[in-house]
């Protein structure tokens, strides 16, 4: 019997480790970097201070322990950290944000690593391996993709971001993190001359993954849009699609302003940014017959003609 009792131990060993296995996390293909403890250092000290002091307290307990980045942003971020601008701009404006930044701060720590968990166990086959960056910009940017210190990298300004209404971070991060892992299985790259359809897939399954990821998020904080375009859009849903449709081959970059690049576009017909929410709509109806991860490992060719069968049926409903 020995034997028998041996195997029997062994299979449970077995299947216990193999258990074990599969609840645990996935490991993150990219580290997050969060600077937000350094800038609450210096707003600390610098709260009650004269705007001069307030700008030297930034550079040395906020600015100095992150030099590298912060050098690799002086091109990009050049108007935004003029001295002069920085201080009639920036350092009035900050008492106005911060309980907002503080906000956002206080929830961080506890929402990253089930944020980034969420994320790779929806999408396992993750291969970027870059870094992300959360800090408070100087109102440089609310979020950017560029190399830092010589890797791939996302920055979210979370000065930025409350500035622009938003409140919640993590929709934002996964939208961001959708579009490097998207790159993997679909050929699209903005301001490369690709036609118009591509961004409209690529912005709207990134909108999609992340309304997915967090249903209960705000419009605001999942699009990054101007705030009342999803209800235009939704409400002339038809007659936009039939005209996006007439567009879909386009590499007009004018083409491109009116459907996705101009937050105060004045348009007549299009709301500004509406491909955001025309590429969800397009999604949504694609998701009632396919997985989001089927939907996001297709190349160009296989996304093409469903994606244009989906305008079509969309052009042709009648709207309520």
């Not at 307030?54 to 942003?73: E, G, I, R, S, T």
């Not at 950017?144 to 791939?152: C, D, E, L, M």
Request: proline share 6%; charged share 20%; net charge negative.
């Amino acid at each position: 019997m020995r034997p028998l009792v041996t195997g029997g131990v062994v299979l449970y060993l077995l299947l216990f480790i193999s258990a074990s296995s599969m609840s645990r996390a996935p490991i993150p293909t990219f580290t997050i970097h969060n600077f937000l403890p350094e800038f609450w250092q210096f707003w600390d000290a610098a709260h009650d201070q004269p705007v001069e002091k307030q700008m030297q307290l930034w550079q040395d307990l906020y600015v100095k322990p992150h030099q590298a980045v912060f050098d690799d942003l002086a091109r990009p971020c050049k108007p935004e950290f003029d001295v002069s601008w920085a201080k009639t701009e920036y350092f009035p404006n900050l008492p106005t944000i911060v309980s907002g930044m503080r906000a956002i701060s206080d929830r961080l720590q506890q929402q990253l690593d089930p944020a980034s968990e969420r994320f790779l166990t929806t999408f396992p086959d993750m291969h970027w391996a870059g870094d992300i960056y959360v800090m408070a910009s100087g109102y440089c940017f609310r979020g950017r993709a560029q190399a830092i210190r010589g890797h791939s990298a996302l920055l979210f300004g979370v000065d930025t971001i409350v500035d622009l209404k938003q409140r919640d971070l993590v929709p934002g991060i996964h939208h961001e993190l959708f579009h490097r892992y998207h790159h993997q299985f679909f050929d699209f790259e903005p301001s490369n001359g690709y036609p118009l359809w591509t961004t409209l897939w690529a912005e709207g399954m990134a909108v999609y993954v992340s309304e997915q990821l967090n249903p209960s998020a705000s419009e605001l904080d999942l699009s990054m849009v101007p705030l009342g375009m999803v209800q235009q859009v939704d409400h002339r849903q038809s007659e936009l699609a039939a005209d996006f449709l007439k567009r879909f081959d386009s590499t007009s970059g004018k083409d491109a302003t009116i459907y996705f690049n101009d937050d105060n576009s004045k348009d007549p017909f299009v709301p500004a940014r509406a491909g955001y929410e025309l590429g969800v709509l397009v999604a949504r109806r694609l998701g009632t017959h396919y997985t989001m991860q089927a939907m996001a490992h297709w190349s160009q060719q296989e996304a093409k003609p469903r994606i244009r069968k989906a305008l079509i049926a969309i052009a042709n409903s009648a709207q309520k």
